[in-house]
């Protein structure tokens, strides 16, 4: 009876002493963000004087259901625009992370807005691309891997767009560069 603590002790022991056999390795961010770097004609990193807010838009096809007189549902699909303010007059901005949707396009609304008068102007970016499922662990949260297909642009303030890297995943860097023209100042 005197062996039992002991006996019990040292089982406790060892049980906490032994790590468990899965140990959690997930990375630290999970999100995968499109990367875009606002530079000028001559490929130099600036930041604007201009505040930017971005909307993101995406489409989905949303169930709806009417009710008939004999008091039965009958389901249509309509096709909807979703839209989220994803940045709010951002000042003085170098680059953004945007997400990006779980269709195969999303689309991006920048709208300036500068000092001297409200609103400036407004430029849409539509990124075509195919969606990567990525499963890393059983303890770990499934990620959204993204390979660019395509981009399209307007040209009000923007001058042109490039594609960096079509692979979007969750470590951080540039995949789009948004070109600018930018008149010198004097110096």
Not at 73 to 86: A, F, G, K
Not at 104 to 119: A, C, D, G, N
Request: proline share 4%; with cysteine.
């Amino acid at each position: 009876m005197r062996k039992l603590p002991v006996i019990l002790g040292l089982l406790l022991l060892l049980c906490v002493s032994f790590p468990a056999c899965e140990v959690e390795n997930c990375p630290p961010n999970s999100m995968s963000y499109a990367y875009f770097s606002l530079v000028d004609q001559n490929g130099r990193s600036f930041s604007t004087s201009d505040t930017i807010t971005i909307v993101g838009q995406t489409h989905a096809n949303i169930v709806v259901y009417d009710t008939l007189t004999d008091g039965s549902l009958r389901p249509r699909t309509v096709d909807s625009l979703i839209s989220d303010t994803l940045v709010n007059r951002e000042a003085g901005a170098k680059s953004f992370e945007l997400p990006l949707s779980y269709n195969t396009s999303t689309q991006f609304v920048f709208s300036y807005h500068s000092l001297e008068r409200m609103f400036a102007g407004r430029d849409t970016i539509s990124i075509t691309h195919r969606n990567i499922p990525y499963f890393f662990n059983l303890d770990c949260s499934s990620m959204m891997f993204y390979e660019v297909t395509g981009v399209t642009s307007t040209h009000h303030r923007l001058d042109s767009l490039t594609i960096t890297n079509p692979n979007i995943d969750n470590n951080e860097k540039e995949n789009f560069k948004i070109y600018f023209t930018v008149i010198a100042s004097d110096e």
